[in-house]
T-cell receptor, first 115, second 113 residues
Framework: GNSVTQMEGPVTLSEEAFLTINCTYTATGYPSLFWYVQYPGEGLQLLLK?????DKGSNKGFEATYRKETTSFHLEKGSVQVSDSAVYFCALSEYYGGSQGNLIFGKGTKLSVKP | NAGVTQTPKFQVLKTGQSMTLQCAQD?????MYWYRQDPGMGLRLIYY???????DKGEVPNGYNVSRLNKREFSLRLESAAPSQTSVYFC????????????FGSGTRLTVV
């Protein structure tokens, strides 16, 4: 079945450090890939997405590239801020028969950024 | 603001009590979902409704029932709460024909004692 594996946290960085959170997936077809972010006490918000191979999703300085050959969708940011402290979820959804399939999540990676 | 609204935000139940979690969306989405979030487990799908009038089991449906009351509303019921159902519950909605992911509510934190 389809699945998402992301690096375990917590990840602790200093402000302005470079961030990478690894995400790999297993899927039978051609999934869309997503990164969601959850700030403390809140629900999940869509951070970025990519719908086909070699697409790059980007938002708020975060980027991720859909790599079909390595089945990966790693999240990166060049310079993190304290306000980026949150839990980050990688997810996939297959699209077939004209409809989006259910979203499947990784277990989440908690990021803490220190001033 | 448009989005997904969940009520209540917090609830404490005694073992064996019942309750219904409410969810409503105003984006005219066809599909709605209930997830639970537990530490170290990520989000797990409880039930979903691909369209008005249909519901299906997800990964962890035992102990829960759902009702798709109309296109806007999708409720989750715990008939006899157990401590294992202590969790944060999220409702989400999506447009089935697009690839833009889901919109989530802010969650219900449920504690069963």
């Amino acid at each position: 079945g389809n699945s998402v594996t992301q690096m375990e946290g917590p990840v602790t960085l200093s402000e302005e450090a470079f961030l990478t959170i690894n995400c790999t997936y297993t899927a039978t077809g051609y999934p869309s890939l997503f990164w969601y972010v959850q700030y403390p006490g809140e629900g999940l918000q869509l951070l970025l997405k990519a719908t086909k191979a070699d697409d790059k999703g980007s938002n708020k300085g975060f980027e991720a590239t859909y790599r079909k050959e390595t089945t990966s969708f790693h999240l990166e940011k060049g310079s993190v801020q304290v306000s980026d402290s949150a839990v980050y979820f990688c997810a996939l959804s297959e699209y077939y028969g004209g409809s989006q399939g259910n979203l499947i999540f990784g277990k989440g990676t908690k990021l803490s950024v220190k001033p | 603001n448009a989005g997904v609204t969940q009520t209540p935000k917090f609830q404490v139940l005694k073992t064996g009590q019942s309750m219904t979690l409410q969810c409503a969306q105003d984006m005219n989405h066809n599909s709605m979902y209930w997830y639970r979030q537990d530490p170290g487990m990520g989000l797990r799908l409880i039930y979903y409704s691909a369209s008005e009038g249909t519901t299906d089991k997800g990964e962890v449906p035992n102990g829960y029932n759902v009702s798709r009351l109309n296109k806007r509303e999708f409720s989750l019921r715990l008939e006899s709460a157990a401590p294992s159902q202590t969790s944060v519950y999220f409702c989400a909605s999506s447009e089935a024909r697009d690839r833009y992911g889901y919109t989530f509510g802010s969650g219900t934190r449920l504690t069963v004692v």
